[in-house]
């Protein structure tokens, strides 16, 4: 850019060469030695002849380029900044496609902004302005449905003045009166709260409120909520009038969302009823876009704050972690999830009506790839319960079908035991009831549960609230219950009041677990509830009407919990014997009790008819203190041990092979793992983390070998 002085020329670098004719400036920064003393003058801007200053501003990097930065207001954000700060005129030169318009020498107008950056930079190279031409990797803006390159460009929008509005929404917060869930998120509100700029709310869109303002033919602008309004206002009779064609921005409309939906400007009873609402959920990419702004319209229109609570949570993304869009072809239909879909059909419906049509053969490779036999039908309520167990303080989500499908699982382990609570409640009567221990542990789990639930869902915290009613109507109450309930109910030696206690038991906890699931789980503990309710006593058309349960303080029976956790211990450790060595699961076993203190004595006389019908064990005896055990399979409980005696209950010699034939498989794998650790290009090479895993894997081998070699021995001393 040669100065106007006459006395040399400055040298400028620019990606978009086209701009240059749009040009108002050209900064340098003000410590730099280099231009100090042209600061002030002007140069002539090339092909324009247009004579523009040489400014100075802190935000021109010196070691940048040449340290000469060319300054075009119209088509830089950040130029725009700066021109506004050194009042630098401001060029549009483009028209609304891209072209170059009647503010540019005339042999440029009207050609598009590429052929017209080619052209420009041959001029410049034709009249010796050309210093060099180097390849620069530049981030380009891109459209992201139509991939077309943005070009910033200068046009008369609408504004809002935010000052006024923010102030009010960030005391809202700062004092209490709107928290943020979690809590971290309103350091997210206040910084950009702080620094809000005024909102430009017009938009250039085919669908949204039209902005209301009007304008004659001079273009004097009238502004009011109709046009009848306007003509009366302004006193302007049959004055030609043209509404603004321009739309108001989303989250203008959105904004009004808390109350316009319930009548207002009118003060409507729901107006007056649900206003301001209790809690906003959402996620924390629009706190700005939409929370913000409703705070604001909710202070500035009805006085109040649009809710209490916000509480925040993460983003769902696929199973590579990006972010769902229709673009990427990578969006899960809940319906899809909901209902099932087969594998064309989501192949069609991921591949129709695209933007970028070019992206999808790699969309519909990608999606062959991850479904490849496509989407199971899971229903509403398996898909509700993954949702709640992801709902965790964390940003991100990754879906994966494979907890979907767990729950799934867990919505017909809880239909099949409702299924075994109603077969064995049919006879329910009002006589005399006696709870056994499992009925009183029970209850007191359920309890510790209700408890558990109020806590959870009172801090938002979705994911541990199903945690905890999941792992108790699993383990607890379908796993263990049941099967404890058919000692009672199937046995003969229960009386009638210990089989109504039981079936009473088995009832009320069975709804009141459905209650519990309910806001996470509707639809299935809806259809069960219809059937338990009139075994329950309870009369009503829905449970979405009944209370949802709560602590009762006479629940809790520390005695039966103590208990029955013995019996589980007592009825693990036989089970673990089975599986180590072998043994039917239905084989009668007989335990001898070594080291069994007084309270160990009492628990297994009063819980007897458990340890036998739910344990397999037909007798229980106790090993006196001078006595020597037998040869036994042993499991611990407590500082108890309990002993299976092996003579004359399995087959030695068919024993002993399968555990040879075991143990040489482990130190066959001990042998391969050994000579990975013992190579030294594996562990000089190898990940750390693959190092690691197979010292792991070498510790667990020798474990094994271990057990296996003291269950032979015990074979060899039956022998």
Known sequence: ????????????????????????????????????????????????????????????????????????PAHDFNDYEIGKRHDLAMYNIFTDDAALNDDVPERYRGMDRFDARKAIVAELENLGLLEKIEDYVVKIPRGDRSGAIVEPYLTDQWYVKIAPLAKPAIEAVETGRIKFVPENWSKTYFEWMYNIQDWCISRQLWWGHRIPAWYDDKGNIYVGDDESQVREKYQLGELRLRQDDDVLDTWFSSALWPFSTMGWPEKTDALKDFYPGNVLVTGFDIIFFWVARMIMFGLKFMDDVPFREVYIHGLIRDQDGQKMSKTKGNVLDPIDLID??????????????????????????????????????????????TFSALATTGRDIRFDLGRIEGYKNFCNKLWNAARYVLMNTESLDDGDVQFSSADRWIKSQINNVTADMHQHLSTYRLDMALHSVYEFTWHEFCDWYLELSKSVLQSDESSDAEKRGTRRTLIEVLETVLRLLHPLMPFVTEEIWQAVAPRAGIAGDTIMLRPYPEVSPDADDADAVADIEWVKQFILGIRQIRGEMDISPGKPLSVILQGASDSDLSRANREAILLRRVGRVESVTVLGADEKPPTAATALLGDMRLLVPMKGLIDVDAERTRLTKQQEKVKADLDRSSNKLNNKNFVNNAPPEVVIQEQERIAEFEKTIGQLTEQIQKLDELA
């Open 1 to 72: 850019y040669p100065l106007a002085s006459g006395d040399g020329y400055l040298v400028v670098a620019t990606t978009r060469p086209e701009t240059m004719l749009g040009d108002s400036g050209l900064a340098v920064h003000p410590d730099d030695d280099r231009y100090k003393h042209l600061v002030g003058q002007e140069i002539v801007l090339p092909i324009v002849g247009r004579h523009i200053p040489i400014i100075a501003d802190d935000y021109v990097e010196p070691e940048f380029g040449s340290g000469c930065v060319k300054r075009t």
């Open 340 to 385: 099932g879909i087969d594998l064309e059909a989501l192949v069609e419906k991921r591949t129709t009506g695209m933007m970028q049509e070019h992206l999808a053969p790699k969309i519909e490779k990608a999606t062959r790839k991850h479904f490849p036999d496509g989407i199971n039908q899971f229903g509403t309520d398996a898909l509700r319960l």
